[in-house]
Structures are given as C-alpha cells and as structure tokens.
C-alpha cells in the first residue's frame, strides 16, 4: 500500500493544566497559556458545578447518539511488540502494511453492526456495544472495547491487564486510503456533531465511508 500518511496527526496529546481566573484561562502557575496554531482542538474538563448558567449545564449534561462507524468497518488494534509472547497466533500484521507510525503490531477487527458514539452533553464520549469478529482469532466479541480484551489476552501474554483504551490503540482506513485513529475520528465526530439543542436525541451523521477492500 502505497498510501502516505502524516506523522503529525498521530502525535503525542498534552495535558496542560490550567485554571479560569474570572477572565481567561490561565496556566497553574499564573503564567498565560501558550501561543497555540489557529483551529487548534482541545478538550475542557471540569466539575458541571463550575458552569454558572443552570440551563447550559443541564443541556450539558443531556446524552446523544452519534454513528461512528457503519456495520462491515475494519478496524485494526494495536498490541505492543515487547508484550507479546513466544508463538503467538497467526494474524498479526507489521505496521508497515499499513502505512501506521507507530512501532505496534496489529490485529484486524471487523465490525457486524453500527458502530455508535455514545456522547454526554459535556462531549464525554464512550462507544456503545457493537458485535465484531476477530478473524484471526475466529472469536466474536461483544463490543470493540471486548475485542481488544480476547485479542490482548491472546497476543500480549506478558502483560498482566488486558484492558486498553481503543481510541488510542484503533486504526481505521478511510475512502481516501488515509488510516486515521479512532481518537481523532472521534474528535471530528463531535466537531460535526455539535447540535443548537444540546437535548436528548440522536444526530445522524454522514459517517466518513471506511475503506474496507482489504489490507
């Protein structure tokens, strides 16, 4: 696969702590936040009582649905190389096939329903159960998050939890034979997701199409 993908856009993320001082954030040490690159994208966590306004911190507070991925999406779930042990079971693929960054090897997982974001007013955002099939392994799991459980407990046999977190850890290859992490693609999903009423509901979204012709 001859795709390029950006380093850039799998980087680190950094956590700045910082505090509200009535009229701007500030740093915790009273220095002023860094100069940041135009359109950059951050996530605000904080207590809802800090929110002042009582109707926008109920609204706030509401949940919605968000499509993440359709039903037949691949995704890959990356396994640390120094975690996994003598013969492990076939499947495992070099993160070179794909044009990935990144020094994990991956597992495919492919999806037999929709996938859904489960998103709070706040933009906390947690995936829903999803049936997938790990190929590799010819196991079905419950969810992604369980996928990447039976694919961890089968490859990393020297880690002691096999608990992970799949946006960080998941790839998926859009139309444009880009591979994006589920991070990312869930950051965007929010981005267009942002509705006038923060009610509850369901927003459907013209998911960006996975491209699923094959490693």
Known sequence: MSAQVSKD?????????????GTSFIMLDGQPLPKLAKDSIAELVLAPESIQ?????ASLIGQRSIQFLKEDSLVLLGVSPAMIGEDPPPGLI??????IP???????????ADLWLQVRGDDDAKLSRCPCTI???KREAESLNHAFTLISEAYETKRLSHSGNV??????QLKSAWWQSLDELRLGALQRSQPEDHGLGIQ???????NNDGL
Not at 9 to 17: A, E, H, V, W
Not at 53 to 57: F, K, L, P, S
Not at 94 to 99: E, I, K, S, T
Request: proline share 10%; net charge positive; hydrophobic share 30%.
């Open 167 to 172: 946006f960080l850890r998941g790839y998926v």
């Open 53 to 57: 306004d009582e109707r926008t911190r």
């Open 204 to 210: 459907r979204l013209s998911v960006p199409e996975s």
């Open 102 to 112: 990144t020094s994990d090897w991956y597992v495919e997982v492919q999806l037999n």
């Open 135 to 137: 190929p590799a392994l």
């Open 9 to 21: 856009k799998f980087g680190k993320r950094l956590r700045i702590g910082v505090r509200f001082d």
């Open 94 to 99: 070099r993160p070179d096939r794909p044009p």
